[in-house]
């Protein structure tokens, strides 16, 4: 059974999402990332996204977009899927999907905010860093949770750790 369609927006929806919290003086959090296999160190990340704002909006890489960053072999779960996973978090208030490698595109257009990186690299190696406070947002780090991440769980499935 498909999942229902309006779990996964179109960019052009979150714009209007975005735009409508906005204008009634929300504070917009964005963040994105693969979350190919998706475990509780994306909750926690996502739910401390969310602790920092009205309204989060998550972008998911691309399968595409995925290969390129990580290499053959992944993603291991299709970008729809991963999508409609993180839609259905409820700290979630909308997913989209995009196939850049990076996510400067998206956020010169939603000026968010808030836009939320994992705190594995520092401010001056986050490529987006300076859209988002162009736009006039800021970035925020938010903590990683120890020894949980896609890469690692996949050595352990594999019995390669």
Request: overall charge positive; proline content about 4%.
């Amino acid at each position: 059974m498909k999942a229902p369609k309006s779990l996964v927006s179109s960019f052009a929806e979150v714009e209007r999402t975005t735009n409508n919290a906005r204008r009634n003086g929300k504070t917009v959090v964005t963040t994105n990332g693969c979350f190919d296999i998706l475990h509780i160190g994306h909750i926690r990340y996502l739910a401390h996204a969310k602790s920092l704002g009205d309204i989060l909006i998550v972008g998911v890489n691309s399968d595409a977009s995925v290969r390129a960053l990580k290499g053959a072999g992944r993603p291991v779960v299709p970008a729809r899927e991963r999508a409609e996973l993180v839609a259905a978090l409820k700290m979630v208030d909308a997913v989209f999907m995009f196939n850049d490698a990076t996510p400067v595109v998206w956020l010169r257009k939603l000026k968010p905010n808030i836009h939320v990186k994992g705190a594995d690299r520092t401010l001056s190696q986050i490529l987006e860093r300076r859209v988002v406070e162009e736009g006039g947002g800021r970035i925020v780090m938010a903590p990683l949770t120890k020894d949980h991440s896609t890469t690692a769980l996949i050595k352990k499935v594999r019995g390669s750790n």
